[in-house]
């Protein structure tokens, strides 16, 4: 009873729990620990109620489809067989006698129990699909989700740039919150009159998009296309949209125009119903006028012009322009003004006469053509009565005007920025006659300018001013990455002749071309003739550098990285110029503050000194280059380049541990120790020209820390980290991974996340602010993009619906933004034990959680993250993700976490941490108990005795039982979220084509391969521990992984178990006497030969050039080379296989009894192979006589003991005793031959029981292997460990054999090689490498022609 008031009443728990009264204490004596953590964790009611009802309705859901379609329909069935009498066995039975047939009633019931236990993973992959969904939905993704989308929301964009980005002035209210405004948030359109709002749209806006431009996602022309007017023109008094809304409204008002027939009503109203092109029309009126009254000087030609207008003017207003004016001369006028336009902007003296005739040819179409003759008669009197000349005629006096020399103000001195932009505007919507439908056209620049825009119009705090602001800092773990290719990185190329350059340019070709415009370069042929140019000058290489940057920004690099995160700096910069700037500043544009900034430096706290202080004030960025100091002693590439990015960014700081030897205090002899310092450099102020010392120092110290020892004892990422982090300043700390990137776009919206502090997020106040990622390395390959696909829908609809409704999202990557004063109070923001905390990010968000701290989510700002693209790559860090969660299963943080959390939380914690590798581990499990169970079944005959019985003919539970297992097996938990998240981003029609282009792309191979990796790395850890970190690398995988690598990396994961479900699936082929026909029976085994299949080849698959014959040639030696190296002290895994297959045993050197009991009752399974299939020989004649299976044995020892004194001959007598040994050799031969023809001659023994024989002795051979490595220090003393390396060399060898010979066969024909390149890459890269091979081949023959 008090139990379950203190569950629906969670308010009275806390405040118990929290209590240190002697009374409460022994109240809760039952369920309070003497723990400082873990208490008071509970949550609202409200939230309770969530999170209990989510689950309430899956356990629901489960327990009926368990009883209903598993459980129920095998109760009869079970009944029947425990009711059969079986008497004849095929096997030696221990318990003929035995009663109820428990044995099979086993068999079919394991794999139900444990799909029964697993399923619930399945049935929660449905759920939080659903309700991730659902919330997603309310948090408004994918509202605008195409450009189609943003424009027809344009309008409102202004209004919502304002409202989120610039703090509120004191008059406006605040935003309204709750349902109503979840469901239509809406910004009122700015007025024409309201310029600063406009100005600051534009300023935004615009910064924007020149970060595109110079991030080369667009090119110039993009660029005209979507800038705003930074200086925006006051007299025009509307809002100027950019000209890629309004790109080619002006040509088709122009024909519609001309095609009125006097309708002026009817026009108008054609216009209107397009707000675009109304506002395209009244702005290039207003700017027409503005052009020529600036241009015309002369007195008389004013006096012209000004009536011209306000004759226009008089009749717009009266509404009858088109019927008093002739508008089919209207496109002559607008090619007139074009060519002026052109005139303009070239802005040369020599074009002035041009200019003056185009003057005069305007002002004729305008009075002959469009007023009409009856209206030039007023306006020739009223110049005639002007100028008091009598009798000239109108046609002299019209030839006269602005050819005089004051008439008409060109060229144009000064050039404003904002006179350029005006007429460039201008010359755009003009000209442009396409529509600009398809801009930008870069796609990530759509996808980067769609979700910003989505997200303006999703629920986020208001910003506050940049000096009320929270401040915060980033920090960055780095180790010995890439910091910035080199040329000769970029250049050098692979065996098959690809360079990472050459790749690039194939993965992003239009990148790559607006790069070279951005270098004005016109083709690549040029670009390299200045790049040869400048080598030759031996000048600065500024075109290298522009080249290295443009590579290193599409790697993972430490550069790229930068970059990204500074973004933060220049965003801050431009915030704080919106908010301190008076209306004179910001109607001159943050631009101009740019472009004034060195004469502002000099003036006493200008606006532009001001913002920066402000900035300085409010972030920080600290990178912690762990071997910065090693790097710059040894004159490291690497410790130049961070140099190089701290002259770049002169706030970036840069951490290091720094190593120094100095004397001895303490001892009397001088010996030198060495002293750790923490050290925080920046760039160094460059030295005046007149300083005395020659040496330039780059870099200065900052702070020196003295440490007691060694920095990194523990793991080295978070070791790394918690060294820097003292370093750091500000409220909020965003830890940021080496291989993320960030956006200008989001960095403007840092202000209103760190808001959320402040904001109601349940009990507590957040902790940790949970940050959306975009993976940005799904174009490399398939494999990248299957990826990445996983990882987005975890980071988006996963993690959303952890943080709300579960209550149980951690810390799982790297944009999380930490309380850091909550944290550095509480152990810091990563823990670093050896191998314990190999995941080391997660330990974060637990110690949080357990410390009364809560993690929120957020989805209205992103960051972007670089992932895995090569399968051995994704592999090992599945496998680093596996030891982890295998570890964290061990730990006593999800100990007490399981204890303090009420009973459905706990399930949330269970199912989304290390339960979801627990029922991946069951899954495989799965399919071993089935098919073991089969073999019990095959080889005793008690599957033919119950042939007739239901439950063994035709089990449909089973067959349920087994469908979902192979549901998990090919990726389906993942599937389910991923399309949900790619539904509602991008549509659901984007989604289905996604999910059946991966189906077509080999999908389930990969996820059914990436089963295998978690299962054996996950299960391994929990058996034996000894988790260790696996460097994946960062680099773009184009190159091949040699047979051997592959072999070594996966033999034990993947290629031991697939031979070994291949053996089960043969035995129960060959043996079973089953529904052979039915479908059933098919899909059962057709899913565990798929896995087979896949485990065995898929690496052979997903690996470039897999299939090209002189690869499968050189692998094959490179193979048989390591097979046969010896081992040894000092020897790699990499170079002999001896040193690999005593490396491949480390983890049970440390293993406890119980791993290595574990292992030896696991590994007693290969027995029942040779028990089993002893007795189907012909040679055994129906015996089941015990003897049989005693005979095996011997003759296992035979063969045993041939080959242990053939190879202690060889020691002793091949030196001394050549023929003898032969001799021997040849007789032993010679029995065996013997033998063979003997027992083939009298007991008539077949092929097929010489192929029973090999399938039951050689895992007895394997299950002995194992139990003599479990049992190496016995077996060590005993003398025997040569033999069984030995032993282990030939199953190597034979597996080698199995694996390579399909591999080979298949690269006989050519266009598998074909098949597979378009499989794993992208189109362009494929096009690009087969073109590359051909031009490959050429040089080859060249090569070899010129050598004859």
Same mark, same amino acid.
């Given at each position: ?515 070279? *415009? /951005?270098? @004005?370069?016109? %083709? ?6 200045? +790049?040869? $140019?400048?080598?030759?000058? !031996? ?126 205090? *303490? /001892?009397? @002899?001088?010996? %030198? ?6 050290? +925080?450099? $920046?760039?160094?102020?460059? !030295? ?142 990563? $823990? ?517």
């Amino acid at each position: 009873m008090l139990a379950a008031i203190l569950f629906l009443f969670p308010f009275i728990r806390r405040f118990l729990e929290r209590s240190n009264y002697r009374i409460v204490m022994l109240m809760m004596w039952w369920s309070q620990p003497r723990l400082y953590v873990g208490r008071g964790m509970h949550e609202s009611t409200f939230s309770l109620f969530k999170y209990t009802m989510f689950w309430v309705l899956l356990i629901i859901t489960k327990l009926a489809f368990s009883y209903y379609v598993e459980i129920k329909p095998l109760v009869g069935p079970t009944k029947a067989i425990m009711n059969v009498k079986i008497r004849n066995f095929q096997w030696h039975e221990f318990f003929p006698r035995a009663k109820d047939n428990l044995g099979v009633v086993i068999a079919l019931w394991a794999p139900i129990i444990l799909v029964y236990f697993m399923d619930t993973q399945i049935w929660y992959a449905i759920f939080s699909t659903l309700f991730g969904g659902i919330y997603g939905a309310f948090r408004r993704l994918g509202e605008i989700r195409t450009l189609g989308m943003l424009r027809s929301r344009f309008q409102s964009l202004p209004g919502a740039f304002n409202a989120c980005l610039i703090p509120l002035e004191k008059t406006e209210q605040t935003k309204k919150k709750g349902l109503k405004a979840t469901l239509s948030r809406n910004f009122a359109e700015i007025s024409p009159n309201k310029e600063k709002e406009a100005a600051r749209f534009a300023q935004l806006w615009n910064k924007i998009i020149t970060s595109f431009r110079e991030e080369d996602l667009i090119n110039n022309r993009e660029m005209g296309l979507l800038l705003v007017p930074y200086w925006a023109d006051r007299d025009l008094d509307l809002i100027q949209w950019p000209p890629f809304l309004l790109a080619s409204k002006i040509p088709i008002a122009l024909d519609m125009a001309k095609d009125s027939n006097g309708k002026d009503r009817e026009l108008k109203k054609r216009i209107q119903t397009d707000n675009y092109m109304y506002c395209a029309v009244r702005e290039c009126y207003a700017s027409f006028r503005n052009i020529i009254k600036f241009l015309v000087q002369g007195a008389r030609e004013k006096e012209v012009i000004d009536y011209i207008f306000s004759e226009v003017d008089r009749h717009i207003e009266a509404g009858d322009l088109i019927t008093e004016y002739r508008m089919s001369a209207l496109p002559g006028l607008s090619e007139h003004f074009v060519k002026l336009i052109k005139y303009l902007l070239d802005n040369k003296q020599e074009d002035r006469d041009q200019v003056v005739i185009l003057f005069q040819d305007m002002l004729e179409v305008m009075t002959r053509d469009i007023m009409m003759e009856d209206h030039i008669s007023s306006l020739v009197d009223s110049i005639h009565g002007g100028s008091g000349h009598e009798g000239m005629t109108p046609l002299d006096q019209q030839y006269q005007l602005f050819a005089s020399s004051g008439a008409i103000k060109f060229p144009i001195h000064p050039v404003t920025e904002a006179w350029k932009e005006k007429i460039n505007r201008l010359d755009l919507l003009l000209t442009v006659k396409e529509s600009a439908m398809d801009v930008p056209s870069n796609l990530d620049a759509r996808r980067r300018i769609s979700f910003f825009s989505n997200s303006l119009f999703m629920n986020m705090p208001t910003a506050p001013k940049v000096r009320n602001m929270f401040s915060f800092s980033v920090l960055t773990p780095y180790y010995t990455e890439d910091v910035l290719f080199s040329l000769h990185d970029l250049e050098v190329e692979n065996e098959d002749g690809v360079s990472i350059l050459f790749y690039l340019q194939k993965i992003f070709p239009d990148e790559w071309s607006n790069f070279l *415009e /951005r270098v @004005k370069c016109r %083709n690549e042929e040029e670009f390299r003739m200045k +790049l040869q $140019k400048e080598e030759e000058l !031996k000048g600065p290489k500024e075109l290298e550098e522009e080249l290295r940057l443009w590579a290193s920004y599409r790697g993972q690099t430490l550069t790229k990285t930068v970059r990204g995160m500074m973004y933060y700096r220049k965003a801050l910069e431009l915030q704080a110029f919106l908010d301190m700037a008076h209306d004179e500043d910001l109607m001159e544009g943050y631009k101009a503050v740019e472009l004034n900034m060195e004469d502002n430096s000099k003036g006493e706290r200008s606006l532009w000194a001001q913002c920066q202080a402000v900035t300085d004030m409010k972030f920080t960025y600290v990178v912690s280059c762990q071997q910065y100091g090693i790097h710059k002693r040894s004159g490291d590439t690497r410790a130049q380049d961070i140099l190089k990015l701290l002259t770049t960014y002169p706030s970036l700081r840069v951490a290091y541990v720094d190593e120094v030897e100095e004397p001895s205090k *303490e /001892r009397p @002899k001088k010996i %030198n120790q060495k002293v750790y310092y923490s050290a +925080l450099v $920046k760039a160094a102020l460059p !030295k005046s020209s007149n300083s005395s010392d020659p040496v330039q120092i780059l870099d200065q110290v900052i702070y020196k820390i003295k440490l007691p020892g060694p920095a990194i004892l523990g793991e080295g990422k978070p070791e790394n980290q918690n060294h820097a982090i003292i370093f750091t300043r500000g409220e909020g700390l965003q830890t940021i991974d080496m291989n993320q990137d960030n956006y200008m776009e989001e960095a403007l919206k840092m202000r209103n996340l760190l808001q959320e502090f402040l904001e109601e997020h349940g009990v507590r106040p957040p902790t940790i602010l949970g940050l959306r990622e975009h993976i940005f390395t799904g174009s490399v390959s398939s494999l990248a993009w299957f990826m990445s696909n996983q990882e987005t829908s975890f980071v988006t609809i996963g993690q959303r619906l952890l943080a709300n409704p579960l209550k149980v999202r951690f810390h799982y990557g790297h944009p999380d933004v930490f309380d850091r004063l909550f944290h550095l109070t509480r152990g810091g923001v990563s $823990k670093a034990s050896k191998n314990i905390n190999l995941s080391e990010d997660i330990f974060g968000g637990f110690n949080s959680t357990l410390r009364e701290g809560n993690v929120t989510h957020h989805e209205y700002i992103q960051v972007g993250k670089g992932r895995d693209v090569g399968l051995n790559q994704i592999s090992m860090f599945e496998a680093k993700i596996a030891n982890g969660n295998g570890e964290q299963t061990l730990s006593r943080d999800i100990y007490r976490l399981g204890h303090r959390f009420d009973f459905f939380r706990m399930l949330s914690c269970y199912f989304t941490t290390v339960g979801f590798y627990f029922s991946t581990l069951i899954t495989v499990l799965t399919v071993y108990v089935f098919l073991y169970g089969r073999l019990y079944l095959v080889l005793s005959g008690l599957e033919e005795g119950l042939i007739t019985q239901k439950a063994i003919r035709d089990n449909k539970p089973l067959q349920v039982a087994l469908a979902s297992q192979s549901f998990v097996q090919i990726g389906f938990l993942m599937a389910l979220p991923m399309l949900m998240e790619i539904g509602l981003e991008r549509g659901f029609r984007t989604a289905l084509s996604d999910f059946i282009l991966m189906q077509l792309q080999l999908a389930p191979v990969f996820f059914t391969f990436s089963l295998g990796t978690k299962t054996h790395y996950y299960g391994r850890t929990l058996l034996h521990g000894g988790a260790k970190y696996r460097p994946t690398g960062r680099g773009f995988v184009v190159f091949h992984a040699k047979f051997a690598e592959n072999y070594r990396l996966y033999s034990r994961s993947h290629f031991v178990k697939g031979m070994e479900m291949m053996l089960l699936l043969l035995v129960y082929q060959i043996f079973g006497h089953s529904y052979r026909g039915s479908v059933a029976y098919i899909f059962i085994t057709v899913s565990m030969w798929f896995m087979v299949g896949t485990w065995l080849f898929a690496p052979f698959l997903f690996n470039p050039s897999g299939f090209e014959w002189q690869k499968i040639v050189d692998d094959w030696t490179d193979w048989n080379k390591w097979i046969s190296n010896r081992g040894g002290i000092g020897v790699p895994p990499e170079k002999s296989w001896e040193s690999w297959w005593e490396e491949e045993q480390e983890h049970l050197k440390y293993s406890g009894k119980r791993g290595t009991i574990a292992e030896i009752v696991l590994a007693l399974r290969f027995f029942i192979y040779q028990y089993g299939l002893v007795y189907h020989l012909h040679i055994a004649e129906k015996t089941k006589s015990f003897l049989v299976y005693g005979i095996s044995w011997l003759v296992i020892f035979l063969i045993l003991f041939v080959m242990k004194t053939v190879s202690v001959g060889r020691r002793r007598f091949s030196a001394n005793f050549q023929l003898m040994f032969r001799l021997i050799k040849g007789l032993i031969f010679l029995t065996f031959v013997s033998i063979l023809v003997t027992l083939i001659a009298l007991p008539h023994m077949t092929v097929q029981d010489i192929i029973v024989c090999i399938l039951a002795f050689m895992p007895t051979g394997w299950g002995l292997l194992l139990i003599a490595q479990a049992c190496k220090p016995m077996v060590h003393q005993a003398g025997f460990w040569g033999s069984v390396r030995t032993l282990a060399r030939g199953y190597e060898v034979v597996m080698g054999l199995l694996l390579f010979t399909p591999v080979a066969f298949l690269a006989w024909f050519p266009f598998v090689s074909e098949f597979q390149t378009r499989m794993l890459f992208n189109q362009a890269f494929s096009r690009g490498l087969q073109i590359s091979r051909i031009l490959g081949g050429q040089r080859k023959d060249r090569a070899s022609r010129n050598k004859e």
